[in-house]
């Protein structure tokens, strides 16, 4: 496994895995003023750069590929077309991506699936047996950033992988088989406009992090450029 540099992204046994793309977010946009028609198609074409520059024969796609919850718009619909066109495209389904059938990838229920060593979810349901069996279970959904001030007191927050131990015993409370030693991988989203400052509780977590499978307050949190800044505990506020 291995994270690309600058990129919230994950390449793994030619694959590339990212999550959270949200296209089709122009209407939303161009509700609060902004026109920007294009914001969509700049996505397409970081991933496109991407899949060229690593050379990967699969794309993975951890759920939330859409903004809009219930629809296919066009857009995203000829966006995935496209990307269909450059390689295998597999989604995993997100809580955003009903009507997704149809758009010529391979679509892969919320509970994930396994490829390679890593079990791959959403992260808005539980993962499935299989997943939790995996040594890294890599999750989208919860749009890590952390807040930081800098020494003239701004602040202002960025994307963060963050990767936690398991805890044995609160895994135990809903499997019966697990791998011991699995690691959570939180994926930033690759959408710039989707992420929040985090928090280890709330709503939006899904039940992994709600009911603590993982030491989520001894997460390493890693900036997109590889460097490390900490345990979550000691640098959250």
């Keep these: 496994m291995r994270f690309l540099y600058n ?21 939303k946009l161009r509700q609060e003023g ?12 970081r991933i496109k750069g991407l899949l060229a520059q690593t050379k990967a024969e699969k794309l993975i796609i951890l759920g939330d590929v859409k903004e809009k919850i219930t629809v296919l718009d066009p857009n995203t619909a000829d966006i995935l077309a496209k990307l269909g066109l450059l ?14 059938e149809g758009c010529g990838a391979r679509i892969v229920p919320s509970d994930g699936f396994v490829h390679g060593k890593l079990g791959l979810v959403h992260g808005h349901g539980w993962p499935s047996e299989e997943c939790m069996n995996a040594e890294y279970l890599v999750s989208a959904h ?9 020494r003239s007191g701004r602040r202002h927050s960025e994307p963060v992988w963050m990767i936690a131990e398991p805890d044995p015993e609160g895994i ?18 690759f959408n710039p406009l989707v992420g929040a400052s985090f928090t280890a509780s709330g709503a939006h977590m899904g039940p992994l992090l709600s009911n603590n499978l993982f ?3 001894a997460a390493a949190i ?3 450029d590889g460097t490390l800044l900490g345990e979550l505990k000691d640098i959250k506020g």
């Design 34 to 45: 902004i026109f920007d028609e294009e914001f969509s198609q700049r996505i397409f074409s």
């Design 142 to 150: 919860q749009h890590p950033q952390l807040s930081l001030t800098d």
């Design 7 to 27: 990129a919230p992204a994950i390449l793994h046994r030619k694959a590339l895995i990212i999550g959270d793309t949200h296209f089709g977010m122009e209407d």
């Design 215 to 217: 030491k989520m307050d």
């Design 87 to 100: 390689c295998e495209l597999i989604i995993v389904r997100g809580n955003h991506d009903g009507g997704i």
């Design 222 to 224: 890693y900036r997109l």
């Design 172 to 189: 135990a409370a809903h499997y019966k088989a697990f791998n011991k030693k699995i690691k959570l991988v939180l994926m930033p989203a």
